[in-house]
């Protein structure tokens, strides 16, 4: 049972675009966390949000935690190469359990 | 300060045969968790250990196991090797205490291919 469903599951834009990927679950969670892993590393920890509602900003990343804790969404302004990876958010029932992630390619 | 480290970075094994991953925690890190990563998917959950107890275990069968030192370190082993086992293993230290939202740095990995 998959209970973090992220979309799209791949996303290819050109530099300077705006995008937004998607995390959904039909389950509560104490905290959402949002990873980006590149190819050959681990995943490397972006935002934690914990209250319903919230948003954070990380440069030009903005992170929205949905008001009943079972969603969330990342948004990239003027995306750039830099960006390319793999986003991963994952929900805190205990431990943590990942969603199957969006990989990302930004073209120059 | 070191990260957290894993070895070895790549391996290469047959099926039936045994295998132990090792992975070293940042410094200060109580609580060291496994995960499983196969191509294309996300992470997924194996154990947890935190001051060299088990706080958690996924759906893994009992060929998965592991263990955690008295200086934090771990090793996970995995009996019994099938093709299906072949994937990337992470390994995840964090300050974790009860009640508080975990942060995991996670190391590099391990890959293993299981021939």
């Known amino acids: 049972t998959q209970l973090l469903e992220q979309s799209p599951q791949f996303l290819s834009i050109q530099e300077g675009e705006n995008l937004t990927v998607y995390c959904n679950s039909s389950?509560?969670?104490?905290?959402l966390q949002w990873y980006r892993q590149e190819p050959g590393e681990g995943p490397v920890l972006l935002v934690t949000?914990?209250?319903?509602?919230e948003v954070k900003k990380l440069k030009r990343l903005t992170f929205q935690f949905g008001d009943a804790r079972k969603d969330s969404s990342l948004h990239i302004t003027a995306a750039q190469p830099g960006d390319t990876g793999l986003y991963l958010c994952a929900g805190s029932q205990g431990n943590l359990i990942f969603g199957k992630g969006t990989k990302l390619s930004v073209k120059p | 300060d070191a990260g957290v480290t894993q070895s070895p970075t790549h391996l290469i094994k047959t099926r039936g045969q045994q295998v132990t991953l090792r992975c070293s925690p940042i410094?200060?890190?109580?609580?060291v968790s496994w995960y499983q990563q196969v191509l294309g998917q996300g992470p997924q959950f194996i154990f947890q250990y935190y001051e060299k107890e088990e706080r958690g275990r996924g759906n893994f069968p009992d060929r998965f196991s592991a263990r955690q030192f008295p200086n934090y370190s771990s090793e996970l082993n995995v009996n019994a090797l099938l093709l299906g086992d072949s994937a990337l293993y992470l390994c995840a230290s964090s300050s974790w205490r009860v009640g508080t939202n975990e942060k995991l740095f996670f190391g590099s990995g391990t890959q293993l291919s299981v021939l």
């Open positions: 949000v914990v209250t319903g509602g």
């Open positions: 410094s200060g890190h109580k609580s």
């Open positions: 389950s509560v969670f104490s905290s």
